[in-house]
């Protein structure tokens, strides 16, 4: 026990609430980060040799030199379909194989034929198909630039920092790092190589330490590394996942963000260390167009970016637009990753929407979640044993407060033996589980993929025996110190691991386990509590791979194998939920996602809004952060702000660290329980609109939760706005984040839009800054005119309750009069709408007149909601409100109904009362 | 319409009051059939056939009073043989039994049972069997009281007592004072007159040793035996060099020595002994194996605490400083009472010739041992007063304690209770401290001490709160919240920590119990 518990007083002592940055490394402190940061823009030493080209119908393929050391490298590039470019480089006789990420594309993306346009010896143009999109082949110095017309979109290796540390063999086989001696002999042995420039030996090439830890490198230095200009381009987003800003910042003068999954203890806001999950996707954007770039390298990796502009004050900007002296506006990006090869996809957009597809077809979309998922989930660590769980289940009903989920966290197990629950607290879990059952609610049980080193315990005994466990350098069962202490942790890039893994979760072994008891893995960056920046060695070893080319996968593969188990577990049939605190481009079809372990601070309340956000903008949409905060304990007013936040973010999930207070929603006084059960009713009241925004991410991979630039994205005002979003396209949040505030400002977007308070009714016209008085009950939300969302108003213990309740419709109007939306309905929890089970409906408003049409004629499903109540904002007094229903439209004495309406003058709001058709059904309702 | 629901006509048992669903009969009257209905909070008035037609007009819910169209309804459960009771509209056919009758789902596709009648036989009957603890928990609780009063009475009693016995405690103190002062007086004198005898006795010894002494040192400085110290002589003497620093011992250096002769007699040598006596150092032992030998330099150094040599070095002083303060306490410490007196070490090192004082005279003896009887009876009479005022203290603590309305918690106070489960032994001292300790060793932790009693306002005596218990890394003082129930056995029931380091215990005594209340529960009705 006693190191584990030096480590965890080491980890825990260190600054009281800030996270010890002397634990994570500078780029300074990695070895390939600093070597190839020395290397500064400048003309490339790569040639490309034109008379290796090879064009076939999917690809080209050429080689390049570096003129320097002779190496030489392949290029490959693609045009794919979807208006894409991949360019991939690797060596071209690599010393043994580099490593390709594998199971993140959701498939080889397919491609569309590329043709040469031209062809000298200084490059050749290739014709992207797509209007006069070209890309051009420099040779010397070599560099690609996609061209549309006569603008450059992007250029790669435009600055020459194109790197790549070809695999050699090790000339100080001593270790000594004096080897100069030896140059000679080695040269002499490479006859082609006489001219070559003699490779230096540096530090850190062959060994690094860091802190205790020593990493062996037995391949070497193999960092790669490529710039890529954006003219035009002030705004870069993406590469997730740091607790930044929105818009990326410049990185000149500090460090760049850095990709490498941690688990960060008290991590510090505003900085671009990593954090627990890792998406190498950038979107850069201006008002013409939004571009992408996808680096698919797995190792950890930093990305610098800098500016022309950065820096410039606006009146600096505003000088040179006067003096017309101004040079475009361009930042450039470079990556630079430890091992792995070069593979980028280009996408091109043009528009925000093209992207998310573009990338959506390379790794997927979001998974379609249970419904219950995304209501309100109550955690924290921890619940302390069954009675625990009884009493808090039953303080939601004392107070009228509906939830879905509730968590238990690592307490619960028995030795945090994953898979196994605590024999005296947690004795009979199928009745407690039923007890839910009876509710119509459901339990989350952490999995973590550390597995106590226990040879009582059958999971380790089993993944042992089957040389399931990541091995050491030295071919041993790799071991580090977490929860349960000595831990092994399973190798998930195998797949057969991860069908083991996954046929655990089955009910017959996962004892104790129901239908409702779904999972949450955490800890999977992987946390080795004793290993170097508490993670995994880099020379662990995976199969024939080092841990060094998966670790950002890792977190990726215990998500999907867990996910996989709870499908399976269903035969197939209902939808798993898992959420992960690590995660890779791709997580997204897995599950959700949360922010980590945040503090009960304001400016961690704020930052949920940007993480959130970056993550939506890299196809991960079902996001949030621990509401309350997790470490410390919030203000009663922080608590209820954060609430009113995160009732309005995708995933709605308050945690909180084992010694703090408790805080379940009635603590803090019947003004405060109040307050938080009218924000979690209103989340349940919209939840008809964020199953159908899920429905749409996991259709398109469009965020659920939306940056206003992704909607606005020819408006420069909202660039960089991050203190405010909107859900889907429809609706406006702007969270009160200020501790004591009177009034917010906010800034409606569009020029053409109206915007109307989803409270009040209010209406606002769009492209202005609001101000708004607040109260602790203030949530400004605004509903965009031009839509109809559905809801429900009758708000019940839990999502699952609700299911047959009515509808209500809020069509909001906008200046022209018309509005439309959207209606899905499926049975919320199996796979079966992939089997045409659902309703999906379109809803639109024109000419006074209300209609809902079948969108999906093909599907088949039935609901036994109806249309209780449809309320049009901004609406006029009709003399009459008729209705028009189902097969009846079509015969000529269709019965006409009268229908009963309410109009508030004051604020335009016509309330039409109980149309009753059913939800399924076609209608039409006349305003006359 | 199709989804126009039709009025459904309320209770299930034989009398039956027709009124719509959901209103209890209390608010019969307001939903008259066939009238105009007005929503209870006056805000408007709509046709009855809109009441329970699963529509929300009214914004008090009141229309709805059947049906889950409201936000803010309430349901009202006849629950016929049970308790009626109001549930939320929004658990109206939710498809979850909520009334014990069953009938707030009517349309949910829920089977519901009618569980009234088993639920009042099992209310009934741990209502019988609470009330049978609290029948004989009160008839306990009175003989708390009845205990508590008497034991209130003797400690008053007792306390009047005490604090008379208190007043003679103190008399005979200021008596046994001054008997002791009267007694320390002579004392003080004939020990002082010992001393001083024994003090001179040893001046003239040491007199006569530093003649004696002389003599030696003068025979030996005269090393040609012509009955004088000659200059030469002197000089053979080098650690005699008044200014020892520039190394040299010259003539004219010796001559002063010697007074400005050139030698000196045996009568002569009288006046310079003084000068030389300190720095002289024996020719026999230079060279001889004497214990206190050192070499010439280092002689300067201070090797005893009268050394009379200044000090060469700062430091040093100052920690002599501290050695003597020292010295100086343990004197004062253990020093009057010991007889005969030992002298101060340092004394005792220098003259260890002269042996220690002789044995105080029998007379100063008697004086002594007087003294002594004065000051041991002085402090007994002192301790006996001490003792008194703690005890009164503690009365008056415990009499004024808060122990309940009448007393009737008196009977925990100075008692411990514990609880042993999977891990720990919980003890509770009512009044005291709440403990915590591991049942397979190691230490005690405190989960905090008597506080205050904490209850609801109207129930005060329902809660005690125990604070500042040991503190929590990075989190609170320990603290417990012990919850008290009625019951025959003075019990801990169970603890948990609900929250990292608050501690909630359950404890049963009979003097929580109130007076039983009447059997049949008055609010179950059995039929409408």
């Given at each position: 026990m006693v190191p584990v518990l030096v480590v965890w007083l080491a980890l825990c002592l260190s600054g009281t609430w800030a996270v010890d940055r002397s634990n994570f490394k500078t780029c300074d402190q990695s070895s390939f980060c600093k070597r190839?940061?020395?290397?500064?823009?400048?003309?490339?030493?790569?040639?490309?040799?034109?008379?290796?080209?090879?064009?076939?119908?999917?690809?080209?393929?050429?080689?390049?030199?570096?003129?320097?050391?002779?190496?030489?490298?392949?290029?490959?590039?693609?045009?794919?379909?979807?208006?894409?470019?991949?360019?991939?480089?690797?060596?071209?006789?690599?010393?043994?194989?580099?490593?390709?990420?594998?199971?993140?594309?959701?498939?080889?993306?397919?491609?569309?034929?590329?043709?040469?346009?031209?062809?000298?010896?200084?490059?050749?143009?290739?014709?992207?198909?797509?209007?006069?999109?070209?890309?051009?082949?420099?040779?010397?110095?070599?560099?690609?630039?996609?061209?549309?017309?006569?603008?450059?979109?992007?250029?790669?290796?435009?600055?020459?920092?194109?790197?790549?540390?070809?695999?050699?063999?090790?000339?100080?086989?001593?270790?000594?790092?004096?080897?100069?001696?030896?140059?000679?002999?080695?040269?002499?042995?490479?006859?082609?190589?006489?001219?070559?420039?003699?490779?230096?030996?540096?530090?850190?090439?062959?060994?690094?330490?860091?802190?205790?830890?020593?990493?062996?490198?037995p391949n070497g230095p193999s960092a790669v590394s490529l710039d890529f200009s954006l003219p035009g381009v002030e705004h870069v987003y993406g590469i997730p996942e740091h607790a930044d800003t929105l818009r990326l910042k410049t990185t000149d003068n500090g460090d760049p963000y850095r990709l490498y999954n941690l688990d960060v203890f008290q991590y510090e806001l505003y900085n671009p260390m990593a954090l627990y999950g890792a998406v190498p996707v950038m979107l850069a954007h201006n008002t013409q167009r939004t571009t992408g770039i996808f680096w698919l390298n797995a190792a950890e990796t930093w990305v610098d970016i800098s500016s022309n502009t950065a820096g410039k004050t606006v009146f600096g900007k505003m000088l040179d637009?006067?003096?017309?002296?101004?040079?475009?506006?361009?930042?450039?990006?470079?990556?630079?990753?430890?091992?792995?090869?070069?593979?980028?996809?280009?996408?091109?957009?043009?528009?925000?929407?093209?992207?998310?597809?573009?990338?959506?077809?390379?790794?997927?979309?979001?998974?379609?979640?249970?419904?219950?998922?995304?209501?309100?989930?109550?955690?924290?660590?921890?619940?302390?044993?069954?009675?625990?769980?009884?009493?808090?289940?039953?303080?939601?009903?004392?107070?009228?407060?509906?939830?879905?989920?509730?968590?238990?966290?690592?307490?619960?197990?028995?030795?945090?033996?994953?898979?196994?629950?605590?024999?005296?607290?947690?004795?009979?879990?199928?009745?407690?589980?039923?007890?839910?059952?009876?509710?119509?609610?459901?339990?989350?049980?952490?999995?973590?993929?550390?597995?106590?080193?226990?040879?009582?315990?059958?999971?380790?005994?089993?993944?042992?025996?089957?040389?399931?466990?990541?091995?050491?350098?030295?071919?041993?069962?790799?071991?580090?110190?977490?929860?349960?202490?000595?831990?092994?942790?399973?190798?998930?890039?195998?797949?057969?691991?991860?069908?083991?893994?996954?046929?655990?979760?089955?009910?017959?072994?996962?004892?104790?386990?129901?239908?409702?008891l779904y999972t949450w893995n955490d800890m999977n960056e992987p946390s080795v509590f004793n290993g170097p920046e508490?993670?995994?060695?880099?020379?662990?070893?995976?199969?024939?791979?080092?841990?060094?080319?998966?670790?950002?996968?890792?977190?990726?593969?215990?998500?999907?194998?867990?996910?996989?188990?709870?499908?399976?577990?269903?035969?197939?049939?209902?939808?798993?939920?898992?959420?992960?605190?690590?995660?890779?481009?791709?997580?997204?079809?897995?599950?959700?996602?949360?922010?980590?372990?945040?503090?009960?601070?304001?400016?961690?309340?704020?930052?949920?809004?940007?993480?959130?956000?970056?993550?939506?903008?890299?196809?991960?949409?079902?996001?949030?952060?621990?509401?309350?905060?997790?470490?410390?304990?919030?203000?009663?007013?922080?608590?209820?702000?954060?609430?009113?936040?995160?009732?309005?973010?995708?995933?709605?999930?308050?945690?909180?660290?084992?010694?703090?207070?408790?805080?379940?929603?009635?603590?803090?006084?019947?003004?405060?329980?109040?307050?938080?059960?009218?924000?979690?009713?209103?989340?349940?009241?919209?939840?008809?609109?964020?199953?159908?925004?899920?429905?749409?991410?996991?259709?398109?991979?469009?965020?659920?939760?939306?940056a206003l630039w992704v909607e606005y994205p020819q408006d420069p005002a909202t660039f960089a706005v991050d203190d405010e979003f909107l859900i889907g396209r429809d609706l406006l949040v702007h969270p009160v984040t200020e501790e004591g505030a009177r009034g917010v400002t906010a800034f409606l977007p569009g020029k053409e839009e109206v915007w109307f308070d989803i409270h009040t009714f209010q209406k606002h016209n769009g492209a202005q800054n609001l101000y708004i008085p607040v109260t602790m009950s203030s949530i400004p939300v605004f509903q965009r005119g031009g839509s109809i969302i559905p809801r429900k108003l009758r708000v019940r213990r839990s999502s699952a309750c609700m299911e047959h309740d009515p509808y209500t419709l809020f069509v909001a109007l906008n200046t022209r009069r018309t509005a439309e939306g959207e209606l899905y309905i499926d049975d919320g929890h199996t796979f079966n709408f992939d089997n045409k089970e659902f309703i999906h409906r379109r809803l639109f408003f024109s000419n006074n007149v209300l209609s809902s049409v079948n969108v999906a004629p093909e599907a088949q499903f039935t609901t036994k909601s109806w249309i209780e109540r449809v309320v049009i904002l901004g609406a006029s007094k009709p003399r009459k409100v008729t209705l028009i229903t189902a097969g009846k439209l079509k015969t000529a004495e269709a019965p006409v109904f009268r229908l009963d309406f309410d109009f508030d003058a004051s604020v335009s709001v016509l309330t039409i009362r109980k149309p009753s058709m059913n939800a399924g059904e076609d209608w039409s309702m006349a305003l006359q | 319409m199709f989804w126009y629901l039709l009025l459904l006509w309320g209770?299930?048992?034989?009398?039956?009051?027709?009124?719509?669903?959901?209103?209890?009969?209390?608010?019969?009257?307001?939903?008259?059939?066939?009238?105009?209905?007005?929503?209870?909070?006056?805000?408007?008035?709509?046709?009855?056939?809109?009441?329970?037609?699963?529509?929300?007009?009214?914004?008090?819910?009141?229309?709805?009073?059947?049906?889950?169209?409201?936000p803010n309804g309430n349901f009202h459960c006849t629950n016929a043989g049970f308790r009626p009771t109001f549930i939320p509209s929004s658990h109206v056919n939710d498809g979850i039994c909520d009334c014990c009758d069953a009938t707030d789902e009517y349309n949910s596709g829920a089977e519901c049972q009618n569980t009234c009648r088993e639920l009042w036989r099992k209310e009934k009957e741990s209502m019988q069997k609470l009330a049978e603890i609290a029948k004989e928990g009160f008839l306990l609780k009175q003989q708390l009281i009845q205990e508590a009063k008497r034991g209130l009475e003797e400690k008053q009693t007792k306390l009047g007592e005490v604090q008379n016995s208190k007043k003679d405690l103190e008399t005979n103190v200021e008596a046994l004072r001054t008997a002791k002062?009267?007694?320390?007086?002579?004392?003080?004198?004939?020990?002082?007159?010992?001393?001083?005898?024994?003090?001179?006795?040893?001046?003239?010894?040491?007199?006569?040793?530093?003649?004696?002494?002389?003599?030696?040192?003068?025979?030996?400085?005269?090393?040609?035996g012509d009955g004088f110290v000659s200059v030469a002589e002197l000089l053979s003497h080098s650690e005699m060099d008044p200014d020892s620093s520039d190394g040299s011992f010259t003539e004219a250096e010796a001559q002063e020595l010697l007074g400005g002769v050139d030698k000196v007699n045996t009568a002569a040598?009288?006046?310079?002994?003084?000068?030389?006596?300190?720095?002289?150092?024996?020719?026999?032992?230079?060279?001889?194996?004497?214990?206190?030998?050192?070499?010439?330099?280092?002689?300067?150094?201070?090797?005893?605490?009268?050394?009379?040599?200044?000090?060469?070095?700062?430091?040093?002083?100052?920690?002599?400083?501290?050695?003597?303060?020292?010295?100086?306490?343990?004197?004062?410490?253990d020093g009057d009472y010991k007889s005969p007196p030992v002298t101060r070490t340092d004394e005792k090192k220098d003259d260890s010739e002269e042996g220690a004082m002789p044995p105080y005279d029998q007379e100063t003896q008697n004086?002594?041992?007087?003294?002594?009887?004065?000051?041991?009876?002085?402090?007994?009479?002192?301790?006996?007063?001490?003792?008194?005022?703690?005890?009164?203290?503690?009365?008056?603590?415990?009499?004024?304690?808060?122990?309940?309305?009448?007393?009737?918690?008196?009977?925990?106070?100075?008692?411990?209770?514990?609880?042993?489960?999977?891990?720990?032994?919980?003890?509770?001292?009512?009044?005291?401290?709440?403990?915590?300790?591991?049942?397979?060793g190691g230490s005690e932790t405190n989960l905090g001490t008597w506080g205050k009693w904490a209850g609801p306002e109207g129930n005060v005596y329902s809660v005690m709160k125990y604070e500042q218990g040991t503190g929590c890394w990075q989190g609170p003082n320990r603290s417990t919240t012990v919850k008290l129930t009625c019951g025959k056995e003075t019990v801990v029931t169970s603890t948990s920590e609900p929250s990292r380091c608050e501690y909630l215990m359950e404890f049963t005594s009979p003097a929580v119990c109130q007076e039983a209340p009447d059997l049949e529960v008055s609010d179950i009705h059995e039929e409408l």
């Amino acid at each position: 026990m006693v190191p584990v518990l030096v480590v965890w007083l080491a980890l825990c002592l260190s600054g009281t609430w800030a996270v010890d940055r002397s634990n994570f490394k500078t780029c300074d402190q990695s070895s390939f980060c600093k070597r190839q940061r020395a290397l500064k823009p400048g003309e490339s030493p790569y040639r490309a040799l034109l008379e290796t080209m090879e064009l076939t119908n999917t690809r080209l393929t050429l080689q390049l030199i570096n003129d320097n050391n002779k190496v030489r490298l392949l290029l490959e590039l693609y045009r794919l379909q979807g208006n894409m470019t991949r360019v991939k480089i690797n060596e071209l006789k690599p010393l043994k194989p580099r490593y390709e990420v594998p199971d993140v594309l959701v498939r080889e993306p397919p491609t569309e034929p590329l043709s040469v346009l031209s062809q000298d010896e200084n490059g050749v143009v290739l014709s992207l198909g797509v209007e006069s999109q070209r890309v051009i082949v420099s040779a010397q110095p070599f560099r690609l630039d996609i061209v549309e017309g006569h603008n450059v979109l992007m250029s790669l290796n435009s600055r020459g920092l194109l790197a790549f540390e070809h695999l050699r063999m090790r000339k100080d086989t001593q270790a000594e790092p004096e080897a100069e001696n030896k140059e000679e002999a080695d040269t002499a042995h490479q006859a082609e190589t006489t001219k070559e420039e003699e490779e230096k030996v540096e530090e850190g090439m062959w060994e690094e330490t860091f802190k205790s830890h020593s990493d062996s490198k037995p391949n070497g230095p193999s960092a790669v590394s490529l710039d890529f200009s954006l003219p035009g381009v002030e705004h870069v987003y993406g590469i997730p996942e740091h607790a930044d800003t929105l818009r990326l910042k410049t990185t000149d003068n500090g460090d760049p963000y850095r990709l490498y999954n941690l688990d960060v203890f008290q991590y510090e806001l505003y900085n671009p260390m990593a954090l627990y999950g890792a998406v190498p996707v950038m979107l850069a954007h201006n008002t013409q167009r939004t571009t992408g770039i996808f680096w698919l390298n797995a190792a950890e990796t930093w990305v610098d970016i800098s500016s022309n502009t950065a820096g410039k004050t606006v009146f600096g900007k505003m000088l040179d637009y006067v003096q017309g002296s101004s040079e475009t506006p361009q930042t450039d990006v470079r990556w630079i990753s430890e091992s792995g090869i070069i593979d980028v996809f280009i996408m091109l957009g043009p528009t925000p929407k093209d992207i998310f597809s573009q990338y959506a077809s390379l790794t997927g979309t979001q998974s379609f979640p249970p419904l219950s998922s995304l209501g309100y989930h109550q955690c924290r660590w921890n619940y302390n044993d069954q009675e625990d769980v009884r009493s808090v289940d039953a303080g939601f009903d004392e107070h009228d407060i509906p939830y879905d989920f509730i968590w238990l966290d690592i307490e619960h197990t028995d030795g945090k033996r994953y898979f196994t629950w605590d024999p005296h607290k947690f004795a009979s879990p199928k009745d407690m589980l039923q007890g839910l059952k009876d509710k119509k609610r459901n339990m989350v049980a952490i999995v973590d993929p550390h597995i106590k080193v226990d040879s009582n315990y059958k999971i380790h005994n089993e993944i042992r025996s089957r040389g399931f466990y990541v091995k050491n350098k030295d071919g041993g069962d790799y071991e580090g110190w977490c929860w349960p202490g000595n831990a092994g942790y399973p190798d998930f890039t195998q797949p057969d691991m991860r069908a083991w893994w996954a046929s655990m979760f089955s009910y017959d072994q996962y004892e104790g386990s129901m239908d409702n008891l779904y999972t949450w893995n955490d800890m999977n960056e992987p946390s080795v509590f004793n290993g170097p920046e508490v993670t995994m060695h880099k020379d662990a070893v995976h199969g024939s791979w080092e841990h060094r080319d998966v670790h950002n996968l890792y977190g990726l593969y215990v998500h999907r194998a867990t996910m996989e188990g709870l499908i399976q577990r269903s035969g197939g049939v209902e939808r798993p939920f898992v959420l992960t605190r690590a995660f890779f481009a791709g997580s997204q079809r897995y599950g959700a996602v949360w922010t980590g372990d945040n503090a009960a601070e304001w400016d961690h309340l704020k930052i949920s809004i940007p993480m959130c956000l970056s993550l939506g903008l890299v196809g991960i949409s079902f996001c949030g952060a621990d509401v309350g905060g997790f470490f410390k304990s919030p203000s009663p007013e922080l608590l209820v702000r954060w609430y009113q936040t995160g009732a309005y973010q995708p995933f709605f999930r308050a945690h909180a660290h084992l010694d703090t207070p408790r805080r379940e929603p009635w603590l803090f006084g019947p003004e405060n329980t109040a307050l938080i059960r009218e924000v979690i009713r209103q989340r349940y009241t919209f939840l008809p609109y964020w199953y159908q925004l899920f429905y749409h991410a996991y259709r398109t991979g469009e965020p659920v939760m939306r940056a206003l630039w992704v909607e606005y994205p020819q408006d420069p005002a909202t660039f960089a706005v991050d203190d405010e979003f909107l859900i889907g396209r429809d609706l406006l949040v702007h969270p009160v984040t200020e501790e004591g505030a009177r009034g917010v400002t906010a800034f409606l977007p569009g020029k053409e839009e109206v915007w109307f308070d989803i409270h009040t009714f209010q209406k606002h016209n769009g492209a202005q800054n609001l101000y708004i008085p607040v109260t602790m009950s203030s949530i400004p939300v605004f509903q965009r005119g031009g839509s109809i969302i559905p809801r429900k108003l009758r708000v019940r213990r839990s999502s699952a309750c609700m299911e047959h309740d009515p509808y209500t419709l809020f069509v909001a109007l906008n200046t022209r009069r018309t509005a439309e939306g959207e209606l899905y309905i499926d049975d919320g929890h199996t796979f079966n709408f992939d089997n045409k089970e659902f309703i999906h409906r379109r809803l639109f408003f024109s000419n006074n007149v209300l209609s809902s049409v079948n969108v999906a004629p093909e599907a088949q499903f039935t609901t036994k909601s109806w249309i209780e109540r449809v309320v049009i904002l901004g609406a006029s007094k009709p003399r009459k409100v008729t209705l028009i229903t189902a097969g009846k439209l079509k015969t000529a004495e269709a019965p006409v109904f009268r229908l009963d309406f309410d109009f508030d003058a004051s604020v335009s709001v016509l309330t039409i009362r109980k149309p009753s058709m059913n939800a399924g059904e076609d209608w039409s309702m006349a305003l006359q | 319409m199709f989804w126009y629901l039709l009025l459904l006509w309320g209770g299930i048992s034989a009398v039956e009051v027709q009124r719509p669903r959901g209103v209890p009969l209390s608010k019969r009257p307001f939903y008259e059939e066939n009238k105009p209905f007005t929503c209870l909070d006056g805000s408007r008035t709509i046709p009855f056939d809109r009441i329970n037609d699963d529509y929300c007009d009214c914004q008090d819910g009141s229309d709805e009073p059947g049906t889950a169209a409201c936000p803010n309804g309430n349901f009202h459960c006849t629950n016929a043989g049970f308790r009626p009771t109001f549930i939320p509209s929004s658990h109206v056919n939710d498809g979850i039994c909520d009334c014990c009758d069953a009938t707030d789902e009517y349309n949910s596709g829920a089977e519901c049972q009618n569980t009234c009648r088993e639920l009042w036989r099992k209310e009934k009957e741990s209502m019988q069997k609470l009330a049978e603890i609290a029948k004989e928990g009160f008839l306990l609780k009175q003989q708390l009281i009845q205990e508590a009063k008497r034991g209130l009475e003797e400690k008053q009693t007792k306390l009047g007592e005490v604090q008379n016995s208190k007043k003679d405690l103190e008399t005979n103190v200021e008596a046994l004072r001054t008997a002791k002062e009267a007694a320390e007086q002579p004392e003080k004198e004939a020990k002082e007159r010992h001393l001083k005898a024994w003090e001179e006795q040893n001046a003239a010894i040491r007199m006569e040793k530093d003649k004696v002494r002389m003599a030696e040192v003068f025979i030996e400085l005269d090393a040609d035996g012509d009955g004088f110290v000659s200059v030469a002589e002197l000089l053979s003497h080098s650690e005699m060099d008044p200014d020892s620093s520039d190394g040299s011992f010259t003539e004219a250096e010796a001559q002063e020595l010697l007074g400005g002769v050139d030698k000196v007699n045996t009568a002569a040598f009288e006046t310079i002994w003084s000068k030389i006596r300190e720095k002289y150092v024996s020719e026999s032992n230079t060279d001889g194996p004497a214990p206190v030998e050192t070499p010439q330099e280092e002689v300067r150094e201070p090797v005893s605490d009268n050394d009379s040599e200044p000090y060469p070095d700062d430091d040093i002083p100052e920690e002599e400083d501290e050695d003597e303060d020292e010295d100086e306490d343990e004197d004062m410490d253990d020093g009057d009472y010991k007889s005969p007196p030992v002298t101060r070490t340092d004394e005792k090192k220098d003259d260890s010739e002269e042996g220690a004082m002789p044995p105080y005279d029998q007379e100063t003896q008697n004086l002594i041992d007087a003294a002594q009887k004065a000051r041991n009876e002085f402090e007994e009479a002192e301790r006996a007063l001490r003792e008194v005022d703690d005890q009164i203290r503690n009365l008056e603590k415990e009499i004024s304690f808060d122990f309940g309305p009448s007393s009737e918690f008196a009977y925990l106070y100075s008692q411990c209770y514990e609880l042993t489960t999977g891990e720990y032994v919980y003890r509770l001292c009512p009044f005291n401290r709440v403990s915590q300790k591991p049942k397979y060793g190691g230490s005690e932790t405190n989960l905090g001490t008597w506080g205050k009693w904490a209850g609801p306002e109207g129930n005060v005596y329902s809660v005690m709160k125990y604070e500042q218990g040991t503190g929590c890394w990075q989190g609170p003082n320990r603290s417990t919240t012990v919850k008290l129930t009625c019951g025959k056995e003075t019990v801990v029931t169970s603890t948990s920590e609900p929250s990292r380091c608050e501690y909630l215990m359950e404890f049963t005594s009979p003097a929580v119990c109130q007076e039983a209340p009447d059997l049949e529960v008055s609010d179950i009705h059995e039929e409408l």
